[in-house]
């Protein structure tokens, strides 16, 4: 089965700052990739999918991540880090029959 | 459109007790999925139905856990007895059906935080 690997379960930056999140994959095949948001107490949302219609995947919240074949890499980033977006992400790929494996997830905060 | 709704949001119990969590996924949706999240970690999947019939619960520990989904909407997951190792967040999802080759995005409810003691 397919898995994916989140590097850092926790990252700070501060407000205004690039977001980076690391999220590695390893699968022979392209896989379909996902991130998730989850706020305290909350379900998890969607981000953003990878579908293998363009590298460059634009999601919610105005983040985005690049699919990276060579470096079996699906990075989540964004410009620039709002105290909103503290929250924990989540990396998935998708097995046969639609099921999703996670990453064990990365807390972002954001310091003023 | 109205979301996942899931129930209870709370629950405490006492090892060797039973508790059974309701999820009711969006309308339409004919595949719902049962999640376990346990402290720290990413949600790992229990079980998969398809309308009502199961499309994977390999990783169901199938002595103490149980799922329905008799009508093919609602679903129930049961714990009985429970361990104190059962004690994490319990989120269900649902999608449009499976079809070969196509992804359907997974929607999720807010979950159901279980407490063993």
């Known amino acids: 089965a397919q898995s994916v690997t989140q590097l850092g379960s926790h990252v700070s930056v501060s407000e205004g700052a690039l977001v980076l999140l690391r999220c590695n994959y390893s699968s022979s095949v392209p896989p379909y990739l996902f991130w998730y948001v989850q706020y305290p107490n909350q379900g998890l949302q969607l981000l953003l999918k990878?579908?293998?219609?363009?590298?460059l995947v634009k999601g919610i919240n105005g983040f985005e991540a690049e699919f990276k074949k060579s470096e079996t890499s699906f990075h989540l980033t964004k410009p620039s880090a709002h105290m909103s977006d503290a929250a924990e992400y989540f990396c998935?790929?998708?097995?046969?029959?639609?099921?999703?494996?996670f990453g064990g997830g990365t807390r972002l905060m954001v310091k003023p | 459109e109205a979301g996942v709704a899931q129930s209870p949001r709370y629950k405490i119990i006492e090892k060797r007790q039973s508790v059974a969590f309701w999820c009711n996924p969006i309308s339409g949706h004919a595949t719902l999925y049962w999640y376990q999240q346990i402290l720290g970690q990413g949600p790992k999947l229990l079980i998969q139905f398809q309308n009502n019939g199961v499309v994977d619960d390999s990783q169901l520990p199938k002595d103490r856990f149980s799922a329905e989904r008799l009508k093919g909407v609602d679903s129930t997951l049961k714990i009985q007895p429970a361990k104190l190792e059962d004690s994490a967040v319990y989120l269900c999802a649902s999608s449009l059906v499976i079809s070969g080759g196509n992804q359907e995005t997974q929607y999720f409810g807010p979950g159901t935080r279980l407490l063993v003691l």
């Open positions: 998935a790929v998708e097995n046969a029959g639609n099921m999703l494996t």
């Open positions: 990878y579908t293998s219609a363009a590298t």
